[in-house]
């Protein structure tokens, strides 16, 4: 990561832990309050209008929480569903076979 990317990313985590906007002028006051005089601009416009609409709190919250697994049946499952489960994992193998094949492509890997 580059300096002007540190700066901005910086000054974005200011800018949300004050529950402020973040725009692009916003940034770059910190920025120049903080003596860094190589960052482009483009870069606060840039980090501006992707965190436009997002709580950066959250995000930061929920960086390692994502869906979960799906749950494993249990032993009292009736026999029925028990018996189509087994015919779609079937269906399933068979689809991602036929999606890992690059020979319909018409080229490989070291072509």
């Keep these: ?60 919250l929920n960086v390692g929480s994502g869906g979960g697994a799906a749950a494993a049946p249990t032993s009292g499952a009736t026999g029925g569903a028990a018996a189509d489960a087994p015919a779609e994992e079937a269906k399933e193998e068979k689809e991602e076979e036929k999606e890992e094949s690059d020979e319909d492509m018409g080229f490989g890997l070291f072509d």
Excluded: H, R
């Design 1 to 60: 990561m580059s300096i002007s990317e540190l700066a901005v990313s910086y000054a974005a985590l200011i800018l949300a832990d004050d529950d402020s906007e973040i725009t692009p002028d916003k940034l770059q006051t910190i920025i120049k309050t903080a003596k860094l005089d190589e960052v482009e601009s483009i870069w606060t416009i840039l980090f501006a209008k992707a965190l436009e609409g997002k709580n950066v709190k959250d995000m930061l």
